[in-house]
């Protein structure tokens, strides 16, 4: 079975703290993906890695970054949390072509004070 | 843009009536189409998907979606519901025309809270 998993499953910051979120998949999968999840608005993609080392925006990437330095891995980085980036936060990974259904973590539910 | 409209964003059902979770997009060339399940605290799973060939897809617990070209739709429904079935449904889209790295990017609808009542 694939398995992605992701650091923490809940996880409470200060505002202006720097916040790394793991994410490790066991496939070999060439695609990683970040994204966050809040109530009415579904998932938004925060970055897409396609391979090591490469990586994309997705449709909201301000206040994040990003690292892929193994294939294996893909870390979220928050340079300096704000409260309204209290989310859910799934990763998901996926082989390259089209057709290939994502495979998603359990999500890290990240609160801001 | 590619754009997925879940056109419900909650639908109540008693247990064991029949249920459609409706799904529209945007793009008319060729797509790959999914739906994804999400149950209570949990990440999400894939529950069916329609690459091409025959435009009735199922899973395995009883749900089934049809691919309409015409009207660019990918409905979800199944005939009785459970209990269990209780969770989030995101249908979701990829398209060829958004690609980065020869990798087709997916775009998901927000999302459709399916509540089943005893």
């Known amino acids: 079975d694939v398995k992605v998993t992701q650091s923490s499953r809940y996880l409470v910051k200060r505002t202006g703290e720097k916040v790394f979120l793991e994410c490790v998949q066991d496939m070999d999968h060439e695609n990683m993906f970040w994204y966050r999840q809040d109530p009415g608005l579904g998932l938004r993609l925060i970055y897409f890695s396609y391979d090591v080392k490469m990586k994309e925006k997705g449709d909201i990437p301000e206040g994040y970054s990003v690292s892929r330095e193994k294939k294996e891995r893909f870390s979220l980085i928050l340079e300096s949390a704000s409260t309204n980036q209290t989310s859910m936060y799934l990763c998901?990974?996926?082989?390259?072509?089209?057709?290939?259904?994502?495979?998603f973590g359990p999500g890290t539910r990240l609160t801001v004070l | 843009a590619q754009s997925v409209t879940q056109l419900d964003s909650q639908v109540p059902v008693f247990e064991e009536a029949p249920v459609e979770l409706r799904c529209n997009y945007s793009?008319?060339?060729?797509?790959?189409l999914f739906w994804y399940v999400q149950y209570p605290n949990q990440g999400l799973q894939l529950l069916l998907k329609?690459?091409?060939?025959?435009?009735l897809v199922e899973s395995i617990n009883g749900f089934e979606a049809e691919f309409n070209k015409s009207q660019t739709s990918f409905h979800l429904r199944k005939p009785s519901v459970h209990i269990s079935d209780t969770a989030e449904y995101f249908c979701a889209v990829s398209d060829r025309r958004f690609a980065s790295g020869g990798s087709y990017i997916p775009t998901f609808g927000r999302g459709t809270s399916l509540i089943v009542h005893p």
């Open positions: 998901a990974s996926r082989w390259t072509s089209g057709g290939y259904e994502q495979f």
């Open positions: 329609y690459l091409s060939g025959s435009t």
């Open positions: 793009s008319s060339v060729s797509v790959y």
